[in-house]
């Protein structure tokens, strides 16, 4: 069977940008309008008067910060780049202008870029819990996560309340293998927000890694109750109810995550292997053979296939794509030779 299924990376970033600041000196009033007009969601108005600050005063960094800060918020990441960068050209040791210009090169997903503006963040203003959070995952995003970890954990000492830092540090301890490390920070992670549903979703995946099913069962049905249309949390449930022998249960998650994403090859092969397994095998068959219409190469449906065949009295058949899935990989006759003759034993036992 295939592995579990992931949803990407599921770190819950905390992107929220610092609070704008407001300055006296020649540029005041139109800096003041344009923090009125920015708080009401009026960001392109805002600009405007930004724009105008800057004109009266081309060296008033708050007017620079605070425009990026829109820019940001409209998602034009670049501009908000440059205006960032003006700011730490007039004030250097701005924190806060470091940690907003690194969330928007993780945007445009300048990862490394990213990483020197949360570094030089960090340098400045240690005890920042968010700065923390968004680097790991940038450590995290690059594959290194013994890095993620740490820093998830000194948000975490900084921050012993942030569910998402203990969500984010579990993520971590599932790709370094560490599950039962992972499975107590998602524990935390929910008991500190039950409705994290990424955390359900993932615990299930964690859960499942230990041989846990009857308890990944309850996650991915608690990930289902938040979001009915996961195809990945019904494939992932279905994989969990096969391993605990609810044959039937799995088909129907199967099939459920097959009408959500109908191209959905491994769904479709599992639920075949399903099948199989209670001894459908004319549904079966067609299931391992809408697997090679979407996957001319799945040496295991073509083996597969076979198996049902040989069920089915068709020998011929059977041959041909045993025949075929030795050729796509010549390791399969190993695995495959143990199943063909039990089934032709089985099959010679009840005519």
Known sequence: MKELKRLGILTALLLFLSPARVCAGPAEDALDAGLNLHDAGKLEEAIRQYDQAIQSNPRLANAYYNRGNAYYDLGDDKRAIKDYSEVLRL???????????????RRLEHYRAALRDYNAAIRLKREDVAIYVNRGSIYYGLGRYEAAAKDYTEAIRLGPKSPDAYYNRANAYLKMKKTERAIEDYNQALALNPDLVEAHYNRGIAYAGV??????????????????????????????????????????????????????????????????????????????????????DHAEAYGQRGLTRLYQNSDAQAVADFEKAYQLDRTLKEKFQPLINEAKNRRSANP
């Open 91 to 105: 004030t250097p040791k701005d924190a806060d202008a470091y940690y907003n210009r690194g969330n928007a090169y």
């Open 211 to 296: 041989g846990q099913h009857e308890r990944a069962v309850q996650d991915y049905s608690k990930a289902l109750s938040f979001n009915p249309k996961s195809a990945e949390a019904y494939y992932n449930r279905g994989l969990a109810r096969f391993k605990l022998g609810r044959h039937e249960q799995a088909i129907e998650d199967f099939s459920e995550a097959i009408r959500l994403d109908p191209k959905d090859a491994e769904a479709i092969y599992n639920r075949g292997l399903t099948y199989s397994r209670i001894g459908k095998y004319g549904h079966a068959a067609r299931d391992f053979t809408e697997v090679i219409i979407l996957k001319p």
